[in-house]
C-alpha cells in the first residue's frame, strides 16, 4: 500500500523550473502532475496556477494567468506518483499511476528513495520555509494548503540559493552532450506577502508545547507585540539553535501568523495588520539580541562584538 509523501525539504535528501517571470503572485490552485514535453522525460511536478499581483497587492483582473511548474526529478516516478486524498489528514491517498498527465491533490511513495533536495519543487518548498512558512504544511503534503499563498518570486542561481538559503546545491558548470554550458536556475520565495492567510488552514500537528504566552491588544506597541512573537519562538525553539537573522524572521513570521490557532505557540490572535510592524522591528540586531538575552536565548558574537544573528536556546 502506498504511503503519503512529504513536502518538507528536511525529510529530502540533497541532490529550475522555468517559464514565468520574476513577480508577485497568488496561487489559486496547486495540484501535481505528471508532465513529459519534448526534451523531458515524463516526471512529477508540483504545479501552481498563478494570479498575478499588482502594486496595490491586489490581483490584475486582465492578466492572463500562469503556471509555476516545479520538477520533482528525471527519475521521480520511480518513487512517486500523484496522489488523491480526501482530506489533508487523509494518510491513505489513492494512486493516481505513473501516465502523462496523471494528477492529484498529494503524492503516494511506491519507491525507497525520497525527494531529492537538488529539485526545483524542493528548491522552491526550501525558500518558502526560510520565509517562515510552516513545516508541519509541508509535511503534509496536500496542495489546497497552497491555494491563497501570495509570494513574491525570483529566479536565483545555485550559488543564490546556497548563499541565501543556506543550501547546498551544487555550483559546478554543467555541459550538454555537445560541450556547451548549461545554466541551471531556481524558481525561489524571496517574499512570503500574506502569511495571515494559513489562519484558515487546520494543522494535524501537535502543538511543541503548551506554555501559555501573553497576548497583546489592538493598541499594544510594536515592540510588546515583537517581544511576544520573540518569546514564543524562543518557547518552542527549546533545546535547539537559530541559525541566522533570516531564520529568526522566518520563526517571528510563524507564530505571529498563527497566532490564535489551537494548536499556536501564541493563544490569542494578534492584529494581522501589525505583521509588517514587527517583521521591521527584527532589523535592529541589537535591540533584538537584548530581548532574546531576556528570553534565556544565549547569542553568538564575532570578533569585533557584532550579533552573528546565531541563538542558541537551552532545553
Given at each position: 500500500?502506498?504511503?503519503?509523501?512529504?513536502?518538507?525539504?528536511?525529510?529530502?535528501?540533497?541532490?529550475?523550473?522555468?517559464?514565468?517571470?520574476?513577480?508577485?503572485?497568488?496561487?489559486?490552485?496547486?495540484?501535481?502532475?505528471?508532465?513529459?514535453?519534448?526534451?523531458?522525460?515524463?516526471?512529477?511536478?508540483?504545479?501552481?496556477?498563478?494570479?498575478?499581483?499588482?502594486?496595490?497587492?491586489?490581483?490584475?483582473?486582465?492578466?492572463?494567468?500562469?503556471?509555476?511548474k516545479a520538477s520533482f526529478g528525471e527519475k521521480s516516478l520511480k518513487n512517486f506518483h500523484p496522489g488523491q486524498a480526501k482530506d489533508a489528514n487523509d494518510n491513505d491517498p489513492t494512486d493516481q499511476g505513473d501516465a502523462v498527465d496523471?494528477?492529484?491533490?498529494?503524492?503516494?511513495?511506491?519507491?525507497?528513495?525520497?525527494?531529492?533536495?537538488?529539485?526545483?519543487?524542493?528548491?522552491?518548498?526550501?525558500?518558502?520555509?526560510?520565509?517562515?512558512?510552516?513545516?508541519?504544511?509541508?509535511?503534509?503534503?496536500?496542495?489546497?494548503?497552497?491555494?491563497?499563498?501570495?509570494?513574491?518570486?525570483?529566479?536565483?542561481?545555485?550559488?543564490?540559493?546556497?548563499?541565501?538559503?543556506?543550501?547546498?546545491?551544487?555550483?559546478?558548470?554543467?555541459?550538454?552532450?555537445?560541450?556547451?554550458?548549461?545554466?541551471?536556475s531556481y524558481k525561489v520565495a524571496v517574499r512570503w506577502l500574506n502569511p495571515t492567510y494559513l489562519n484558515g488552514v487546520q494543522s494535524s500537528t501537535p502543538a511543541a508545547n503548551n506554555n501559555e504566552v501573553p497576548v497583546a491588544d489592538?493598541?499594544?506597541?510594536?515592540?510588546?507585540?515583537?517581544?511576544?512573537?520573540?518569546?514564543?519562538?524562543?518557547?518552542?525553539?527549546?533545546?535547539?539553535?537559530?541559525?541566522?537573522?533570516?531564520?529568526?524572521?522566518?520563526?517571528?513570521?510563524?507564530?505571529?501568523?498563527?497566532?490564535?490557532?489551537?494548536?499556536?505557540?501564541?493563544?490569542?490572535?494578534?492584529?494581522?495588520?501589525?505583521?509588517?510592524?514587527?517583521?521591521?522591528?527584527?532589523?535592529?540586531?541589537?535591540?533584538?539580541?537584548?530581548?532574546?538575552?531576556?528570553?534565556?536565548?544565549?547569542?553568538?558574537?564575532?570578533?569585533?562584538?557584532?550579533?552573528?544573528?546565531?541563538?542558541?536556546?537551552?532545553?
Amino acid at each position: 500500500m502506498p504511503t503519503k509523501a512529504s513536502l518538507n525539504p528536511d525529510a529530502a535528501k540533497q541532490g529550475g523550473s522555468g517559464g514565468v517571470e520574476a513577480g508577485k503572485y497568488r496561487v489559486k490552485a496547486a495540484r501535481t502532475q505528471n508532465i513529459k514535453t519534448d526534451w523531458k522525460p515524463n516526471q512529477l511536478h508540483l504545479v501552481f496556477t498563478l494570479e498575478t499581483l499588482g502594486s496595490d497587492g491586489k490581483v490584475v483582473r486582465d492578466e492572463e494567468e500562469k503556471e509555476l511548474k516545479a520538477s520533482f526529478g528525471e527519475k521521480s516516478l520511480k518513487n512517486f506518483h500523484p496522489g488523491q486524498a480526501k482530506d489533508a489528514n487523509d494518510n491513505d491517498p489513492t494512486d493516481q499511476g505513473d501516465a502523462v498527465d496523471a494528477t492529484g491533490n498529494t503524492a503516494v511513495v511506491v519507491g525507497d528513495d525520497p525527494f531529492n533536495k537538488s529539485c526545483s519543487a524542493l528548491v522552491l518548498m526550501e525558500s518558502l520555509k526560510k520565509q517562515g512558512f510552516p513545516k508541519e504544511i509541508l509535511d503534509r503534503f496536500y496542495t489546497p494548503d497552497f491555494a491563497g499563498l501570495e509570494f513574491e518570486l525570483a529566479t536565483y542561481t545555485p550559488k543564490e540559493c546556497n548563499d541565501k538559503f543556506g543550501m547546498r546545491l551544487n555550483t559546478k558548470v554543467n555541459k550538454d552532450a555537445d560541450g556547451k554550458e548549461i545554466n541551471v536556475s531556481y524558481k525561489v520565495a524571496v517574499r512570503w506577502l500574506n502569511p495571515t492567510y494559513l489562519n484558515g488552514v487546520q494543522s494535524s500537528t501537535p502543538a511543541a508545547n503548551n506554555n501559555e504566552v501573553p497576548v497583546a491588544d489592538e493598541s499594544a506597541s510594536t515592540d510588546e507585540l515583537t517581544k511576544l512573537a520573540l518569546q514564543a519562538v524562543v518557547e518552542t525553539k527549546k533545546g535547539s539553535s537559530i541559525k541566522s537573522a533570516q531564520a529568526l524572521f522566518g520563526f517571528v513570521t510563524n507564530v505571529y501568523a498563527q497566532s490564535g490557532g489551537k494548536t499556536a505557540a501564541i493563544k490569542t490572535k494578534l492584529p494581522a495588520k501589525r505583521l509588517q510592524e514587527v517583521q521591521k522591528r527584527l532589523d535592529d540586531k541589537l535591540w533584538v539580541s537584548g530581548i532574546m538575552a531576556e528570553f534565556g536565548a544565549v547569542g553568538e558574537y564575532d570578533s569585533d562584538g557584532n550579533h552573528t544573528g546565531v541563538y542558541n536556546i537551552p532545553a
